[in-house]
């Protein structure tokens, strides 16, 4: 049986009633799902992580600079550099929760700093 549906019709499914009175569900038509590339998932989940925190920086900015702004009336401007600080310490603590692996610094053989310490 061939089913032509327009493009945003999902499912078609038919419910009949038997003559005991019980009633059979049928699937006549779902859409399938398109399917993701696995190997982008990874990427994808930083990305959004990384908007969100964005997001999350430029909306407490704006409500930390109109409560600057509400007090004085140049209280952004004086406050600016601490609502930025403020800001910026409030999208990073989300941040901290990306799945990404930080590369370690490079140090020497032993592990431990080049500076011998000595000052010359």
Known sequence: M???FAKGVRKVISVETNSDGTRTVTTLYRKAQPKKKGSLTPAEK???AAAS??????????ALH???N???S???LRDMPYNVYRATRKAATKL???PIP???AVMGDDGADDDDGDDE
């Not at 925190?53 to 704006?62: D, K, S």
């Open 102 to 104: 930080v590369p370690y």
């Open 53 to 62: 925190g964005i997001q999350t920086a430029g909306q407490e900015y704006v």
């Open 74 to 76: 140049d209280g952004w």
């Open 70 to 72: 509400s007090q004085k």
């Open 2 to 4: 061939d089913l032509r």
């Open 96 to 98: 901290q929760l990306l």
């Open 46 to 48: 930083v990305a959004r």
């Open 66 to 68: 109109d409560k600057s």
